[in-house]
């Protein structure tokens, strides 16, 4: 199997200046000491990610890439069901640990043939508990990957955490496929880590529907000379996809189903929300899709190796958790099976009436959650974010005209409050927590 670092074609870049070059590495691997270890990775610089895996892969059996936000306890217990006996990380709170140690002291000049399969030992978000492990190896995470003749042909920016799926699509994509990739310091604002992606002429751009409606609101995002727009993650409605259109009308606008469980399976560039309904028949690129009761089951080739954390059937097909309707040709994501509220019996998916609530003008960003109700079990409620300007309570008219018009009774928010904006998780994802009570 290549090694990653032997695959590098071109460095990464703080904003538009060199900060690791491709010689550099190419040529670092770790200390003979980590040589037989599994080691997890918890470091927030996103940089630092990027040097560790390309040290790290083709030398060590596996590696655990968690989130530099990852809870304490949440290591201990990731490392654990990994078997990891050493840690490099960037926090304090970490590092006296045993067989803790900086990145720094882990690495050194020169490096030995990759013999080692390495397994890349991936986490999902976690965002309703602790993350899932989910093992790939370099060749399942890279299977899309372009490679361009020559460096150079697209500027991938960076805006998501490299330590999930989606992040690490993005490196690999500029590392191997020939791209530059630009990292944005994560520790900026993000209207200033927009300004930063403009400055280096970032090209291409791959982040959650949560994250682009934020850039949708930021200042200076016409700056953006974007000619490839991709949106994972997160469910794409036509509201959104229509206004990243407008927004950016010279670019192609891709928005790929995938996840860590699964791996990447497919990508639409229509226009249109959902996929034609003829995927489930034909899928691109040699997926294969089911749909049983309602559930989409997926097998990518050289996807996940499978594990304890993958529902996966005897044909290898993953049950994604995502739920779809088929109606007039298409095929329209309803939302996660796990997040499904219910009230008085009747199901409700708050991506459907997120879909709802975001189509209303002036409605810059909606979640909806489940509050428990010791009548009806539970109730809906929202949050919306409003554009500047708007009147608050002629808002909740319409916001509510809207949602009696378009959905089940069981479904309009019982519950409806505005907000100055959301918290994001590492992934880019709207953070969703347990049920509460009303």
Known sequence: MSVLARLVRDGVRVGGSVEVTAEALRATGPRRELASSRVALVL???????????????????????SGATGAEAVSTLMRQA??????????????????????????????????????????????????????????LARTVKRRPAPGGAVWGLLYDPSRFAGMQVVLQALIGGDRLVVADPRLPFGE?????????????????????????????DALPLRQVTLGGEVADQPLLSALAAAYPRARISHIYASTEAGV??????????????????AP????????????????????????????DEDGFVRTGDRLEVAAGRARFLGRDSGLINVGGAKVHPERVEAVLTAVPGVVMAKVTGRRSPMAGALVAA???????????????????ACRAHLEREAVPAILRFVDGFETNAAGKLVRTAQVEA
Not at 287 to 311: E, F, T, Y
Request: glycine share 10%; proline share 7%.
């Open 44 to 66: 927030r610089d996103p940089v630092d990610v990027v040097r560790a895996v390309c040290a790290l892969d083709g030398q060590v059996p596996a590696m655990l890439i968690l």
């Open 265 to 282: 399976g497919f990508s639409v560039t229509d226009g249109l929300a959902g996929f034609p309904e003829g995927y489930l028949d034909r």
């Open 383 to 401: 949050e919306v974010q409003l554009a500047p300007g708007l009147d608050p309570a002629l808002a909740r008219r319409t916001i509510l005209d």
């Open 83 to 140: 078997g990891c006996e050493a840690l490099l990380t960037d926090r304090e709170d970490l590092l006296a640990r045993p067989g803790a140690r900086r990145l720094e002291e882990a690495l050194t000049p020169g490096r030995q043939a990759g013999a080692v399969a390495t397994a890349w030992l991936m986490t999902t978000s976690g965002t309703t508990g602790l993350p899932k492990i989910v093992p790939h190896d370099l060749a399942s």
């Open 285 to 312: 690129d040699g997926v294969r899709l089911r749909l049983i009761d309602g559930m989409l089951w997926l097998k990518a080739p050289g996807a996940a190796r499978g594990g304890p954390n993958l529902d996966m």
């Open 193 to 221: 880590q927009v300004a930063t992606l403009a400055a280096a002429g970032v090209t291409h751009l791959s982040m959650t529907p949560t994250l682009w409606r934020r850039l949708l609101m930021a200042p200076g995002r």
